[in-house]
């Protein structure tokens, strides 16, 4: 018994990942730290709207969460790291979490 528990901890110990990078990255844009991505940009990172006002001269704003498909990676970085943005929370999230979730939306712009 002793063998077979060292030979299953040799292996996860050995073993990349128990999710792959496509997994991780979905997990990563769904909840980063309490909030995912998703809950503003959509499941396809297209934007959704947030709120709506009304104006007292019947207009109606919108406040709409950017299409963050279409953005190089300087542009998403600076977004995800930058305190400037008054509705994003900052996620303090690490090189390694913004590279993966660029490859996220972008591997679902390709599809």
Not at 31 to 60: A, E, F, Q, S
Not at 61 to 72: E, F, L, M, R, S
Not at 73 to 101: R, V
């Amino acid at each position: 018994m002793k063998r077979l528990v060292l030979v299953l901890i040799a292996t996860f110990a050995l073993a990349d990942s128990f999710i792959t990078k496509d997994e991780y990255a979905k997990m990563l844009y769904k909840n980063p730290r309490g909030i995912g991505c998703d809950k503003c940009h959509g499941i396809d990172g297209k934007g959704l709207v947030l709120g709506r006002y009304h104006r007292d001269d019947n207009t109606t704003v919108k406040v709409i969460a950017p299409d963050i498909t279409h953005i190089g990676f300087q542009k998403f970085y600076e977004a995800l790291t930058s305190a400037k943005h008054k509705l994003m929370p900052h996620y303090f999230l690490t090189d390694h979490e913004i590279k993966t979730l660029y490859y996220y939306l972008n591997k679902k712009r390709t599809k």
